[in-house]
């Protein structure tokens, strides 16, 4: 039986559509035939032919929103204006950039929580375990290694990745690594990555089952999520998991976590740039 089924899939990002998204793993179709009302057992053999990619990137794409500077402007107004601030979706909110500084710096943080943005991120595990520590204002739907066979894709740093940790801990700094030391990492991950896959597969291929084989895949494996914020919650985790020289607070963050948020604050910029403007005026302190 073949791992691959055709599937019919519609999706709401253009760029999102764009992805070879023809085939369906089987674990994910539908069965193609019952028999007494349950699911006919599939054994899952895996592709030998199917080999492990690398990325040293990550994907982040803003897949839907409603999130504008008005937002903040009609929320913050009820306080005072009642049914009248309604008047604030109509009117453009330069005239009221002050408005948006004041809340920002006295920290009235709930008119910037009226608003929604849906991220589709692909990244390392490692990331996505940090990622998930966010947990007020965020909502999560990853990937599952229960119900599908987990794709060979893994992560090992680029060039341009600092690799030396310096410094005691609390106050250290990462400086580059000499090209033998990018030369041993990148060999050495890629080769402990093919025997965790090889061994996934060799489970899969007897039958274990998915959750069980899954075991053995290390944390740099690639995996996807759709993660849900406002710009409350989004200015918190760029606060903690972004380095930036108008922080009022400094932060030093894994760069691999810090590379999935800098993406995403470069899409919220665009939304909201009254509220950004105010976010880094401000010390980039969430509100």
């Not at 500077?69 to 453009?92: F, H, M, N, P």
């Not at 950039?97 to 991220?119: A, C, V, W, Y």
């Not at 291929?205 to 406002?230: H, K």
Request: a neutral charge; charged letters at 25%.
């Amino acid at each position: 039986m073949s791992d691959w089924v055709p599937c019919t899939v519609h999706f709401l990002s253009k760029s999102l559509a764009e992805r070879d998204c023809r085939w369906w793993p089987v674990s994910w179709a539908p069965p193609r035939a019952m028999h007494h009302g349950r699911t006919p057992h599939v054994t899952e053999i895996p592709a030998e032919s199917e080999k492990a990619g690398f990325r040293s990137d990550v994907t982040v794409e803003l897949v839907k929103h409603s999130a504008a500077d008005s937002d903040v402007l009609w929320a913050a107004r009820v306080s005072t204006a009642g049914e009248q601030s309604l008047e604030e979706i109509t009117k453009d909110p330069e005239r009221s950039k002050g408005l948006i500084n004041f809340l920002m710096r006295d920290r009235h943080g709930s008119p910037f929580e009226h608003n929604s943005m849906t991220f589709f991120i692909s990244a390392p595990i490692f990331v996505f375990r940090e990622f998930m520590r966010h947990r007020v204002g965020w909502s999560y739907n990853e990937e599952s290694g229960r119900y599908r066979r987990l794709e060979p894709v893994f992560y090992v740093p680029g060039e341009a990745r600092k690799l030396v940790q310096q410094g005691r801990p609390g106050k250290y700094e990462f400086v580059e690594g000499t090209a033998a030391q990018h030369e041993l990492t990148g060999r050495v991950m890629e080769d402990a990555y093919r025997h965790a896959y090889e061994a996934y597969q060799e489970m899969l291929a007897a039958g274990v089952a998915r959750e069980v084989a899954r075991s053995v895949l290390p944390v740099g494996l690639f995996s996807s999520m759709y993660a849900t914020c406002n710009a409350r919650s989004l200015m918190h985790f760029l606060g903690l998991r972004t380095q930036h020289e108008q922080a009022a607070v400094p932060s030093f963050p894994q760069r691999e976590i810090e590379m999935v948020g800098e993406k995403m604050e470069a899409a919220w910029s665009r939304l909201m740039p009254l509220t950004h403007a105010a976010f880094n005026a401000n010390g980039r302190v969430a509100p």
